[in-house]
């Protein structure tokens, strides 16, 4: 494949766009780029601590012109599988207040005293009371569902536990792993091309994480564009058994190459 066969992105944000508060060089041009472009792209992030609104607004902060409809969080993807594929309308869910505010505006019910299922997520606000109560739950067999298996979050001043981290802590206490929703996970790629109203087949997946956006691109028969601003470093490739379509430094060198091509 080469870079010009590609017709609309998918952009991982955390490690790829920015780094916490603070936008990677070049990220605002890019987007601009494919604006003028007309290129089709969407925002596909395994965040879920905060929703499309918050995640455009923070954006906008940046120079980033977008608009909520720009951005699907694994989150949203989420809800939308609780209330899609699933009749489980009570939940116990691990997440800051916005997660909750997300599922509960997509008609689901956080009732701890009889869950019907527990979600977990990226959550800033945990407490070992919350851990707890999903380890007792989980315990008992009730279904167990996660946004998204990312162990670390990038921030300006280093990796934080993620949702994949809390996940292993249960793993541990409760001997159980839940299924994921977001990235890798090819259903949250289909969500998203359904979205964005795009084939697969000229779409590519930019991200920074090897486990997470290229595994999901390849899952998802999508191009697999890697970025090196984020988790992933240079020699982590070496081991890697299926490499990327293409690899670049950021988002400026991949600029660079859809603008010449």
């Not at 509960?104 to 005293?113: C, E, P």
């Not at 001997?175 to 998203?192: E, H, L, N, T, V």
């Not at 998802?220 to 990327?244: C, F, M, R, W, Y």
Request: charged fraction near 20%; charge should be negative; aromatic fraction near 8%.
């Amino acid at each position: 494949m080469l870079i010009s066969d590609i017709h609309a992105l998918l952009l991982d944000m955390d490690g790829t766009v920015y780094l916490g508060p603070d936008p990677i060089a070049g990220a605002k041009e890019f987007i601009e780029y494919l604006q003028k472009a007309d290129i089709p792209f969407l925002f596909l992030t395994n965040n879920p601590s905060a929703d499309a609104s918050c995640y455009s607004a923070k954006l906008k902060s940046m120079g980033i012109d977008v608009t909520p409809n720009h951005v699907l969080t694994a989150g949203a993807a989420t809800a939308a599988y609780l209330m899609e594929k699933t009749t489980w309308r009570n939940i116990y869910a691990l997440g800051t207040p916005c997660f909750e505010k997300e599922l509960q505006r997509a008609g689901l019910a956080l009732n701890s005293k009889e869950p019907e299922a527990v979600v977990i997520s990226f959550d800033k606000t945990l407490t070992y009371e919350k851990l707890e109560r999903a380890c007792l739950l989980l315990r008992e067999g009730l279904p167990y569902i996660a946004t998204n298996p990312d162990k670390v979050c990038p921030t300006e001043y280093g990796y934080i536990p993620d949702c994949g981290a809390i996940a292993a802590l249960l793993e541990s206490a409760a001997d159980r792993s839940p299924r994921y929703i977001g990235k890798p996970s090819p259903d949250f790629a289909q969500m998203a091309l359904l979205k964005l109203n795009v084939e697969g087949t000229h779409t590519a997946m930019v991200g920074d994480r090897l486990y997470t956006d290229m595994e999901m691109a390849q899952q998802a028969g999508l191009a697999s564009i890697l970025v090196l601003s984020g988790e992933t470093e240079k020699n982590d490739l070496v081991t890697v058994p299926q490499q990327p379509d293409f690899v670049f430094e950021s988002v400026v060198e991949l600029h660079a190459a859809m603008a010449a091509s």
